[in-house]
């Protein structure tokens, strides 16, 4: 075995499984046209796999919503609140999305990245048997491809590690004991699938601070996994990180391979050694799984030289640093990105490509000619990359002078806030939403329409006014008390923006999943990022001149933008962000000149960007929060600035988003009832605070009852002059048949509450 991928993209390369899904959520296909669109799709991704000379293909990397759900359902370990559902794929769905009996569990990010995962609560689980009816189906299916297929499982320490308990605290590793069970017997079903099996356990907890402390647990759970298979050779995979503590633990345990990511771990180059001198294979992670700039071929190969320097080259297997999930499908598609840009990218499929060339080349074998001039295409378009004019802005250089200026907070909120209340004399519970409105079929066709030449600028944006017009009037009707224009004229939150910078270009096929059927396509941040013009400005002008209550400018802010993007990696990420906030710095002050005066800068993604390591940290909560400074310290007193993150722990950063300095900040809390919320009023929090009473991720609609119910828990952790009410994101997946009586629910319910107090 010489290479090895971590994982594959599984939502299709044009999204097939995407909108086979939602079909069948509408009730317009059966769920068999799913299965037929999973079977094809796993096939094809099989067959890329081995065309590029891939050794370890996964399978079990597949699922029709998330990972970590289908490991709760092989497992056993499903949630007790949906056992009333007798068919299983109806509870599978109703776990992930909810329905209108059930509430989905809740849902967060996987380790720092944009993937969301559903988060197991280990004291309401039911003790089903063990169940490989998926990985069977699987491991048969790819044996008939002619593979040898490499079965994929989240390890048992990860399992935990993400899972909660009942009260949405993180579930204690008392619950080892009982999960260990689960995964053994699960392990000796699957090795009765062949003589031998390829069993690759991904630990990406390893790379954090939690490795140290789990070391026993490490080295116990993969001594009974070994020997609870003796024919399955088992390899640990970690990712994002280093892994030297971890690394030491597997040493002792009969694993055969340890896999390290060198793209993100460089620390990892110190504990190659120990794998060599316990006789491990090292699986090594090279070829960057998450961002989709070409690699060097010739500096991987140094970098592969340098490792074997302290183990046996026929050891060492070339890797992808992490799964492919990451980064988009292929580049087939891109028939509208800039040629040059265009070359200094690889996708999923190129990135196999990628491995293999990395690892012949490595491993000394001859390469044909079809090799050889990709060989000499990859130093040439690296060459280009380097040298490019696109990437160098004088202009914007000249301006990240004055940065260290103007890196400070504005005034105390204490003072500002006053000012506030006065100005905009809204009440306690004030009611508004995130932003976005539902992105109906029409909405979207007269997008495309202006997009494809359809339909003229002047036609599309008198489209988009109505759109706007009657989502205003709506919500001015039901007694919202702060509104939103709606964003219809907005794809995505940060390729909205994207494509109004400079320095930044957009694929047309590069949709990356984030969760479930939801796709993002990030903007690719190949050179220096600047504002050429206004962004937002014309359409919350309109907005505001339609009503006379405050309207909200929609900013995303920089942090969010850098971490939702593919983003250069020529130079620190520190200055990528400063960039980006000059952007949206320019726009604030036009807003606010133009009389929008509550503005919203989004910082969704904030926390996705923290490093896993805590000594890392520091560095990036320094330049994240001057960048969100930079951006808006621009704000007059009297400007109100909200911000927006969702599902996301909150605890250790608490006094991070303190120090932001946002007047009002609106979280997720519909999944997870009052724990985040617990965790501003330990803290002293000041500003206001937006907890979401409204799962906008589910499609069932909450009663009057139940947000009262809600609101009133949540008086009980904070005044309600500090609250205001609000759904926990935006509600552009929605539909209006669902948003309109959620909405007017809401209002009702803080009315009803407003009377008690």
């Not at 796999?49 to 092989?74: C, G, H, R």
């Not at 400079?502 to 903007?523: E, H, I, L, M, T």
Request: proline letters at 4%; one cysteine or more; hydrophobic letters at 40%.
């Amino acid at each position: 075995m010489k290479t090895f991928v971590t994982g594959f993209p599984r939502i299709g390369e044009q999204r097939e499984l995407k909108f086979a899904l939602e079909k069948y959520w509408k009730g317009e296909v059966p769920f068999s046209e799913v299965e037929e669109v999973a079977e094809t799709l796993k096939k094809r991704h099989w067959k890329y796999q081995k065309d590029a000379n891939i050794d370890a293909i996964s399978i079990n990397d597949f699922s029709l919503y998330d990972t970590t759900l289908d490991t709760m359902i092989a497992l056993g370990l499903e949630p007790q609140s949906h056992q009333d559902i007798d068919d299983d794929t109806e509870r599978y769905f109703a776990i992930a999305r909810g329905d209108k009996e059930h509430r989905a569990l809740e849902m967060t990010k996987w380790f720092n990245t944009n993937y969301h995962y559903i988060v197991p609560v280990l004291d309401e689980t039911t003790d089903k048997p063990v169940n490989i009816d998926k990985i069977k189906a699987e491991y048969q299916a790819a044996k008939a491809e002619g593979i040898t297929p490499k079965i994929n499982l989240i390890g048992p320490l990860t399992f935990i590690a993400n899972a909660k308990n009942s009260q949405g605290e993180d579930a204690p590793f008392d619950a080892y004991e009982k999960v260990m069970q689960k995964y053994e017997a699960l392990l000796e079903l699957i090795a009765k699938l062949d003589e031998k099996i390829i069993v690759q356990f991904d630990e990406p907890v390893l790379v954090t601070d939690k490795a140290a402390e789990l070391a026993m647990l490490t080295k116990d759970a993969y001594t009974r996994l070994s020997n609870a298979a003796a024919n399955a050779e088992i390899y640990v995979i970690t990712y994002f990180d280093h892994a030297t503590e971890a690394v030491k633990a597997l040493c002792t345990t009969p694993v055969v391979g340890i896999g390290l990511d060198f793209v993100y771990g460089a620390e990892n180059k110190e504990v190659v050694k120990d794998i060599a001198d316990a006789g491990k294979k090292l699986v090594a992670g090279v070829i960057d799984g998450r961002n989709v700039w070409i690699s060097d071929i010739y500096a991987k190969v140094s970098l592969l030289e340098e490792i074997a320097k302290d183990i046996d080259k026929e050891d060492i297997i070339v890797s992808t640093s992490c799964s492919l999930l990451h980064v988009p499908f292929t580049l087939k598609y891109e028939e509208k990105l800039d040629s040059e840009v265009k070359s200094w990218l690889a996708y999923a499929v190129e990135k196999l490509g990628e491995l293999n060339l990395t690892a012949k080349c490595f491993f000394g074998e001859t390469l044909n000619t079809e090799e050889q001039a990709l060989l000499e295409a990859n130093r040439q378009a690296n060459q280009s990359r380097r040298n490019s004019q696109k990437i160098h802005n004088p202009d914007v250089q000249a301006r990240m002078e004055t940065i260290a200026s103007l890196q400070k907070k504005r005034i105390p909120f204490e003072e500002r806030i006053v000012k506030q209340h006065a100005k905009f004399n809204y009440p306690p519970l004030a009611t508004t939403t995130i932003g976005s409105f539902p992105q109906t079929a029409q909405v979207r066709q007269t997008r495309r329409a202006f997009k494809n030449g359809e339909i003229d600028e002047a036609t599309y944006i008198e489209k988009m006014k109505a759109f706007t017009k009657e989502c205003v009037a709506w919500q001015d009707e039901i007694g919202l008390e702060v509104l939103v224009h709606g964003e219809f004229e907005r794809n995505d939150m940060v390729e909205y923006f994207g494509e109004q910078l400079d320095g930044v270009a957009f694929s047309q096929n590069g949709w990356v999943q984030s969760y479930g059927s939801r796709c993002v396509k990030p903007p690719l941040i190949y050179g220096d990022v600047s504002r050429p013009s206004p962004m937002t400005l014309f359409w919350s002008t309109y907005a505001q001149s339609l009503t006379d209550k405050p309207m909200k400018g929609m900013l995303t802010g920089a942090v969010t933008i850098l971490n939702w993007s593919f983003v250069r990696d020529d130079q620190p990420r520190s200055q990528t962000c400063y960039q980006i906030s000059f952007a949206i710095r320019d726009e604030i002050d036009d807003l606010q000149n133009a009389g929008i005066e509550m503005i919203q800068v989004d910082e969704a993604a904030f926390k996705e960007g923290y490093p896993l390591r805590k000594e890392k940290r520091p560095a990036y909560e320094d330049f994240a929060l001057k960048s969100f400074w930079v951006s808006t310290n621009v704000a007059k007193e009297t400007t109100q600035i909200h911000t927006h993150m969702c599902y996301s722990e909150f605890n250790d950063i608490i006094q991070t988003i303190e120090a932001m300095d946002a007047d009002v900040i609106s979280i997720e809390t519909a999944r997870s009832g009052n724990v985040l919320l617990k965790v501003f009023a330990r803290t002293g929090y000041k500003h206001e605070i937006g907890p979401g009473v409204y799962d906008i991720h589910s499609p069932r609609i909450p009663s009057v009852e139940e947000m009262v119910e809600q609101i009133e828990a949540l008086l009980e952790v904070l005044p309600a002059r500090q609250l205001w009410i609000n759904p926990d994101c935006g509600l552009k997946t929605r539909g209006w048949a669902e948003v309109k009586p959620s909405l007017e629910n809401m209002v009702k319910a803080v009315k009803i509450v407003r009377e008690s107090l």
